[in-house]
């Protein structure tokens, strides 16, 4: 676990506990770079680093499991906030609820190593990566089977980059990731098992961006031959479960909107255990739809999920129940992913001329001096305390703070100083009315909407406390916890949006990943989203978080690109277009029924889903 400089954990005794049982972990730099990519390893001290092995049976390449083997027989219950999926097509999914409930159905070529953190392969038996590191020759398993008993085979791995996501179908964050110097990489077939990536150049995190999804070519053609709008409403949330196809251990069996997803296991999996029999051992996997997270612990309490996550005083709560109950607590370190305030920056017009942003809140939000005076009135260490219950840290980078490429100094941050938030207002002309009312030097009340996902209870109280602390300053916030696509909506196509409180996921790993969010023209730049062929003149430092994720991507020592990352974490620090809000802890209360289990900080609580059993 990595802690920031100035800031620390260790709030109460409890929490000083909670982490002698937490793993440790060792984060090494690579000393060479022998493939082309980013190496580095995080390694626990109860790890499995023993790599997969391939066994050949009947011409079926299987995965051999790493664990024990187990019994077969149960369910495991989980639990989802908000209103559930909008899509179970993976390769069309914009929300995190859609892909976790369309991904468990689907792998990849490669996946990454809960335990030690590499770029292993999956659906791939093999990867070479030739002397010019451009090129990559992968050799996928034999045998492996779609749901409906059609041969997986390179085809429908050049399908799946060269028209689905070359092709610009669905989400499109995964081609905009793969571009380098304006070209995408090339993707041929050799044989009926065998592919080749070309990049344009070395591309540092390419192993790592092929971690997508497979699409059975046999299915999805007809769809995509049809165009976008077509594959846009494929396999939706009201897809019959029986016309999905399929290859991951699990396969959709029901789907009862706001209240369930079942799922249930693909008997022709390609991974088995010591004893040869495949897996998973689960018969079913349920996902339940809950409202909020209030509702989420109570459905724990009474026995109704087999996990849930902790926040607050629910850890000392739980923690001193541990010995006496029927489930074990699990620290896995800082949460990967962050959460931040976010500002609309887009001072540009819809199809219609109609301005995405009332032109007067424009000027506020595009003024740097403004930015500021909201990033210095916030009270992290209030959040802390009373959210998590000290059992977290203010957050000031886009980075986790388990990250290998962490900037420590920006992460050191700074305390709340309304005195300063107060001085960056006058700077830029504002004032105080005798009413005690923030108005700016054309006489405009300051007041604007703030946003966040309803049901997300952390975040609601998260956002009142941030308006009292602009309310402060004089500016007038209009708090709007809002059904999460509604929301999602309001962001990515309206644009109709003032502020809002939201998280991004990430990994310790790989900073690439955030290109879709930091790159000018991405998918996720939400404060100055720009549309389909919209063109602006991009800020200064806009331009240069371009041409440093472009470095990045092309850069493979390892200190140079951790130059890199830190250099865009300082702009983010000092633009304040996002501004990070605090990183809890990630404690997880698990029942104590299951075998297999190893929770790491890479993979999370079920990242080995197919290798655990429930105990007699």
């Given at each position: 676990m990595k802690i920031t400089k100035g800031r620390v954990y260790i709030l109460s005794l409890l929490v000083f506990v909670l982490l002698l049982f937490a793993a440790c972990i060792r984060v090494?730099?690579?000393?060479?770079?022998?493939t082309g990519v980013d190496e580095t390893k995080i390694e626990t001290e109860e790890s499995i680093v023993y790599p997969r092995k391939t066994k050949t049976i009947d011409g079926v390449d299987y995965i051999q499991s790493r664990k024990p083997a187990g019994q077969y027989g149960g369910n495991i219950v989980i639990s989802t906030i908000g209103e559930g999926p909008k899509t179970f097509n993976p390769w069309n999914s914009k929300d995190n609820t859609s892909s976790s409930a369309s991904e468990i159905m689907?792998?990849?070529?490669?996946?990454?190593?809960?335990?030690?953190?590499e770029v292993i392969?999956?659906?791939?038996?093999?990867?070479?990566?030739?002397?010019?590191?451009?090129?990559?020759?992968i050799e996928l398993r034999k045998g492996l089977k779609w749901s409906d008993g059609k041969e997986i085979t390179a085809d429908d791995v050049v399908y799946t980059w060269n028209t689905l996501i070359f092709g610009g179908f669905g989400n499109t964050s995964t081609r905009d990731a793969m571009y380098i110097d304006g070209k995408l990489p090339t993707v041929s077939k050799i044989d009926k098992y065998t592919v080749k990536f070309v990049t344009?150049?070395?591309?540092?995190?390419?192993?790592?961006?092929i971690s997508v999804p497979i699409a059975p070519e046999h299915v999805l053609k007809k769809i995509t031959d049809r165009g976008p709008r077509a594959f846009d409403s494929f396999w939706s949330s009201n897809v019959n479960p029986e016309d999905l196809v399929t290859s991951g251990a699990f396969r959709l069996k029901e789907y009862v909107p706001a209240q369930r997803i079942v799922y249930e296991r693909n008997p022709n999996y390609y991974i088995i255990d010591e004893k040869n029999q495949k897996l998973p051992y689960i018969d079913k996997y349920i996902m339940l739809i809950v409202g909020d997270l209030n509702n989420e612990l109570l459905k724990f309490k009474s026995k109704e999920i087999d996990m849930v996550g902790l926040r607050g005083t629910n850890v000392s709560i739980f923690k001193e129940q541990e010995k006496h109950s029927d489930y074990q607590i699990f620290n896995l370190g800082p949460d990967t992913g962050t959460m931040y305030l976010g500002i609309n920056m887009n001072n540009r017009k819809n199809s219609t001329g109609k301005y995405y942003v009332d032109p007067v809140k424009?000027?506020?939000?595009?003024?740097?001096?403004?930015?500021?005076?909201v990033d210095y009135a916030i009270d992290r260490e209030n959040i802390v305390f009373n959210i998590a219950s000290g059992v977290g840290a203010p957050l000031f980078t886009p980075e986790p703070l388990s990250s290998i490429y962490l900037n420590e100094k920006v992460a050191q941050g700074h305390p709340q100083d309304m005195e300063r938030a107060r001085q960056y207002l006058k700077e830029s002309g504002f004032k105080i009315d005798k009413s005690g009312k923030l108005k700016d030097k054309e006489g405009n009340k300051v007041e604007f909407d703030l946003y966040t996902n309803a049901g997300n209870t952390e975040r609601e109280s998260i956002g009142v406390m941030i308006k009292q602390d602009l309310e402060d300053l004089g500016m007038s916030v209009n708090f709007k916890p809002?059904?999460?696509?509604?929301?999602?909506?309001?962001?990515?196509?309206?644009?109709?949006?003032?502020?809002?409180?939201?998280?991004?996921?990430?990994?310790?790993?790989?900073?690439?990943?955030?290109?879709?969010?930091?790159?000018?023209?991405?998918?996720?730049?939400?404060?100055?989203?720009?549309?389909?062929?919209?063109t602006a003149k991009l800020l200064p430092w806009e331009k240069r978080l371009d041409e440093i994720f472009d470095a990045a991507a092309l850069e493979l020592d390892f200190d140079k690109r951790r130059a890199l990352y830190e250099e865009y974490q300082q702009l983010i620090y000092n633009e304040k277009p996002l501004i990070y809000l605090y990183s809890p802890l990630r404690i997880y209360a698990v029942r104590k029924k299951f075998g297999n289990l190893h929770p790491t900080e890479i993979g999370g609580v079920m990242h080995n889903i197919e290798e655990i059993y429930i105990k007699n």
């Open positions: 090494d730099r690579p000393e060479t770079e022998s689907f792998d990849s070529l490669v996946t990454t190593d809960a335990y030690t953190g392969p999956k659906m791939a038996k093999s990867i070479e990566t030739l002397p010019d590191k451009k090129t990559y020759i344009p150049k070395p591309f540092s995190p390419f192993l790592r961006q424009q000027k506020w939000f595009n003024d740097l001096n403004f930015r500021k005076a809002v059904e999460f696509n509604t929301l999602v909506n309001k962001l990515t196509n309206t644009k109709d949006w003032d502020m809002v409180i939201l998280g991004f996921t990430g990994s310790p790993l790989e900073p690439y990943g955030g290109k879709n969010v930091w790159y000018s023209n991405g998918t996720l730049h939400l404060f100055n989203m720009r549309g389909e062929g919209e």
